[in-house]
DNA sequence: CCCCGTAAGTTGGAAAATCAAACCCTCTCT
DNA sequence: AGAGAGGGTTTGATTTTCCAACTTACGGGG
């Protein structure tokens, strides 16, 4: 896996790009921090499962507590960073109910602390605008960015 | 690939969570539409970005459209779908800005049409304020959701 | 006509990752 | 003592990835 440009997606796909590594974020997010919790909610092998935890703990996303000593139990939490990824899974949950099931078919529905249905947009900081794909314009830091297209990612 | 839980974030990471699939998203979204353009630029083995391709235009997240007939050359297109989830290739490159690199050394700045720096903030539809974690509930809509803890992804 | 180059893949075989099931260890409970 | 629960590791078969080479179809130059 080398990356020919310099890129935070990729970059940030390396850690959690990987199967499954998100559904754990997810199932963290959610409260079910246990790593037989995890096994069952994700349905991932518990070999696989048990290096993707190592990986996301050494990136600094999940922190591994113990919740008992003797017996030993731990239990998987998210740090700040990793809670920064939230905004991920709602913008990929989202997309999921958009695209993937008729309406009212959606497994889940997040309530805002506004009272109303969480419906995730992306806007600019900015001007407070949601965010357009015909608004953005690229501007590479680094030589490996021969753009051809105008837009952007 | 079972999953245990009916769970939109699954399903679309189902069909763009392979190794490389969001990057040929980020490609696409930047004008770089080409096959070979796609195998220099993302660093893929040029079997499994064919494969890749297939996945996304029968999910009906890429279109293949001929831009040359005699000899035949293709470009491959994002569909509206497509579009659709560059919000979710901003938040990841946002967060591995943030939490990958140090300040100023981004390898690209998105400028949004307002004319500042895009710093992407996901937000409320309902009423317009950055969503925290803290701020959501989650309400499963089908069984197999037994969550344990009280937040949200 | 022959050879070179480009674009868009396909093919073959070695290397790496995934999978499922079984196993292990440490406690607790009855 | 026996039966679980929790949190993993081990083993061996199956899948994917990877890389390099090959193919097909055309356009251009000498």
Redesign the interface.
């Known amino acids: 896996?080398?990356?020919?440009?310099?890129?935070?997606?990729?970059?940030?796909?390396a850690?959690v790009?990987?199967?499954y590594s998100?559904?754990v974020?997810?199932?963290v997010?959610?409260?079910?921090?246990r790593f037989d919790?995890l096994v069952?909610?994700?349905?991932a092998p518990r070999d696989i499962l048990a290096t993707r935890l190592r990986r996301l703990v050494e990136a600094?996303i999940l922190e591994k507590v113990a919740y008992s000593e003797r017996p030993q139990r731990f239990r998987y939490r998210p740090t700040p960073?990793g809670?920064?990824?939230?905004?991920?899974?709602?913008?990929?949950?989202?997309?999921?109910?958009?695209?993937?099931?008729g309406e009212e078919d959606?497994?889940?529905?997040?309530?805002?602390?506004?009272?109303?249905?969480?419906?995730?947009?992306?806007?600019?900081?900015?001007?407070?605008?949601a965010?357009r794909?015909?608004?953005?314009?690229?501007?590479?830091?680094?030589p490996g960015?021969t753009?051809?297209?105008?837009?952007?990612?």
């Open positions: 896996m080398k990356h020919p440009r310099p890129c935070s997606i990729a970059d940030a796909l850690l790009g990987e199967k998100l559904l974020l997810r199932e997010c959610l409260g079910n921090e919790q069952r909610n994700i349905g600094g960073a809670l920064e990824l939230e905004p991920v899974l709602m913008t990929l949950m989202a997309w999921g109910d958009r695209h993937l099931r959606r497994p889940m529905i997040l309530e805002h602390s506004c009272g109303q249905e969480l419906v995730p947009v992306v806007t600019c900081s900015a001007c407070g605008d965010v794909h015909e608004d953005l314009t690229a501007h590479p830091q680094s960015w753009t051809t297209g105008p837009s952007a990612a």
